[in-house]
């Protein structure tokens, strides 16, 4: 049996919704029927959806349960590689990959040569299963859909006036402590994904990478604030840090602006004046919107420094660097068609290939489905669970745990309008006609998107 069905998973917000909407978009125009959601709801009504192709993020060992349930209501499960870019270590990368998932999994899709190589010196008998793709975030940044950036960037621009953007990314020195997570490496080894002495090392050096840098980096931005008072300078923390740490530093100075928002960061990226980040993916997309990037790591340790961002960013060893930057700037980014092609032998699909062509021609080849119906998808069975949730709503303590903290930090709970408004946005940017397509809530929170 064959199924046009796909189900796409959403973790993080800011990260993956655009992609996974404009990758939905494309689909159903090619006669797909993706519907997309938050994770946690595929795991509860996966059940009432007829069987189809499952695109998981990871292959975590953690995530061998979930999947094994997915595929037990007769889904094909493939998966976008979203962490697989960046590596500075073969053993410590691959230790997030669990072996025994790639039994229930057909594809695994790619950031391109270096993730496939790297994976490969590890788990040499899967190689049929490892697709080149590249990944849906880098189309983003691409002609049409990047002047969705542009158009918002345009707004905030308007709204904020000139700032530069500080993007944060420490998650495991500055993380929201749980009862059973108070030390990163600790519950690393707990979790079993440091089974030796160089993988322990690995995360005792990047973990003290992370503290003696975020250290530093609070350090710069109040001096540099208080020396600077017509300066805004707006952060944007990681949705895996704890906010407050930023809260408590800066809440004395009126031109910091923490932003907690769930919007995609590149729409903040283009509106800046420029991007201060510490070994983060906004270094590159900083570059691919035609921004100056800059990876201020003032304590070096190379060992567990991306190697690629180091490449398409400019590097800051010291607070003056940066200073004397901000007195002297230059929009034009050094280097710039050289620290293009460095990203050929990394990212598959930031040439002319287009990343669904390629995950849309690999999908169709799979045939063996289970189940051909939705089951309770209708208005009455819709809304009782509707119901049942503003009920849950209702009475839920008021007393939020650090994971849900968390959670809401990575998540925003989808608002149907909100979504509604950023597809129709989409469909202006690829100049199709709402006519063509049909966008409903097929369960609270899942979004369906066909042919008419």
């Known amino acids: 049996m064959i199924s046009n069905r796909i189900y796409l998973p959403i973790e993080t917000t800011k990260r993956e919704l655009l992609s996974r909407m404009s990758f939905a978009i494309t689909g159903a125009m090619k006669g797909w029927e993706p519907i997309f959601g938050s994770k946690s709801d595929f795991l509860t009504k996966i059940k009432y959806l007829k069987s189809g192709h499952y695109l998981g993020k990871s292959l975590q060992p953690g995530n061998y349960k979930n999947y094994k349930y997915i595929k037990s209501f007769g889904n094909i499960i493939s998966i976008f590689d979203e962490e697989g870019l960046f590596s500075f270590d073969e053993q410590f990368s691959n230790r997030r990959v669990g072996e025994k998932n790639f039994e229930l999994i057909e594809n695994y899709f790619l950031w391109g040569e270096e993730n496939k190589k790297e994976l490969l010196i590890r788990f040499k008998s899967i190689e049929n299963k490892l697709i080149l793709a590249g990944n849906q975030r880098i189309e983003l940044l691409k002609k049409p859909l990047i002047n969705f950036f542009l158009d918002e960037g345009v707004k905030i621009k308007q709204k904020m006036g000139n700032f530069i953007l500080v993007t944060t990314k420490f998650p495991k020195a500055n993380f929201i402590k749980r009862h059973d997570l108070q ?255 049909e966008f409903k809530e097929i369960l609270p929170r899942m979004y369906l998107i066909k042919q008419k």
């Open 183 to 437: 030390d990163f490496v600790e519950h690393q080894i707990q979790k079993g994904w440091l089974y030796n002495d160089h993988l322990i090392d690995c995360a005792k050096n990047a973990l003290e990478h992370e503290q003696q840098n975020l250290s530093r980096l609070i350090e710069y931005l109040i001096e540099f604030s208080e020396q600077n008072e017509e300066e805004t300078i707006v952060v944007r923390p990681h949705p895996n840090e704890d906010y407050s740490t930023y809260e408590n530093a800066f809440k004395k100075l009126k031109n910091i602006k923490i932003i907690k928002d769930h919007d995609n960061t590149n729409n903040w990226i283009a509106a800046c004046k420029f991007l201060i980040h510490f070994n983060c993916t906004t270094g590159l997309e900083a570059l691919l919107l035609n921004k100056r990037g800059f990876n201020f790591m003032p304590f070096k340790n190379e060992k567990v420094e991306y190697k690629l961002l180091k490449d398409v960013s400019e590097v800051i060893r010291t607070k003056h660097e940066l200073i004397n930057i901000n007195k002297n700037f230059e929009n034009k980014i050094p280097n710039y068609q050289e620290k293009l092609k460095k990203l050929e032998q990394y990212i598959y699909n930031i040439g002319d290939i287009n990343f669904s062509n390629v995950v849309f021609d690999h999908l169709k080849r799979q045939t063996n489905f289970g189940n051909n119906l939705d089951k309770f998808t209708g208005p009455f069975f819709t809304n009782l669970l509707k119901l049942r949730l503003t009920v849950k709503k209702l009475f839920r303590d008021k007393n939020v745990s650090n994971f849900e903290k968390k959670s809401l930090q990575k998540l925003k709970p989808f608002n149907k309008n909100e979504i509604f408004g950023i597809y129709q946005n989409l469909l202006k940017k690829f100049d199709i006609s709402d006519s063509k397509l």
